[in-house]
Nanobody, 120 residues
Framework: QVQLVESGGGLVQPGGSLRLSCAASGSIFSINTMGWYQQAPGRERELVAQISSDGSTNYADSVKGRFTISRDNGKNAVFLQMNSLKPEDTAVYYC??????????????WGRGTQVTVST
């Protein structure tokens, strides 16, 4: 089994910053892409940022220039630095990892989500 442990969510004022972390552990053979998705109430889950094994990144237009995704391959961890936060960034943020398990099957793993609330 694989576990994704997320941390770093919380309540922050507009213009503030948060750093999300996600560490994967368990029956992992290899990891390809790691990323973060957000889901606001009444809306579908949407990609926020993604980073490939070669370090290439992809961001939603709404967060470009404000959020930065990074990863630590040695620790199977992915991070999301969120700056200049806006109320519309309020959502549950989910860690997403795509790779292969120890049976070499391609798998997508999800974290349980961490709440980010941007409000005065």
């Amino acid at each position: 089994q694989v576990q994704l442990v997320e941390s770093g969510g919380g309540l922050v004022q507009p213009g503030g910053s948060l750093r999300l972390s996600c560490a994967a552990s368990g029956s992992i053979f290899s990891i390809n892409t790691m990323g973060w998705y957000q889901q606001a109430p009444g809306r579908e889950r949407e990609l926020v940022a993604q980073i490939s094994s070669d370090g290439s990144t992809n961001y939603a237009d709404s967060v470009k220039g404000r959020f930065t995704i990074s990863r630590d391959n040695g620790k199977n961890a992915v991070f999301l630095q969120m700056n200049s936060l806006k109320p519309e960034d309020t959502a549950v943020y989910y860690c997403n990892v795509r790779g292969r398990d120890n049976n070499y099957y391609p798998v997508t793993w999800w974290g349980r989500g961490t709440q980010v609330t941007v409000s005065t």
